[in-house]
């Protein structure tokens, strides 16, 4: 694969998630830590994915 395809591949994936980014170790990081601040959050998933479960 060249590196205009890669760009391209990586564009196209990019694109597919609602919020039109790929996620950071950042955004991981700040789930995490919500949930270990989130005294009255149970019995739910959190999911860290950009939206892309909700199409």
Do not use: C, F
């Not at 039109?20 to 959050?41: C, I, P």
């Amino acid at each position: 694969m060249t590196a205009e395809e890669r760009a391209a591949h990586d564009e196209q994936i990019e694109r597919s998630y609602p919020l039109g980014r790929l996620g950071t170790a950042n955004d991981v990081a700040a789930a995490a830590a919500y949930l270990a601040s989130a005294q009255w959050t149970t019995g739910t998933i959190l999911a860290v994915d950009g939206g892309l479960t909700t199409r």
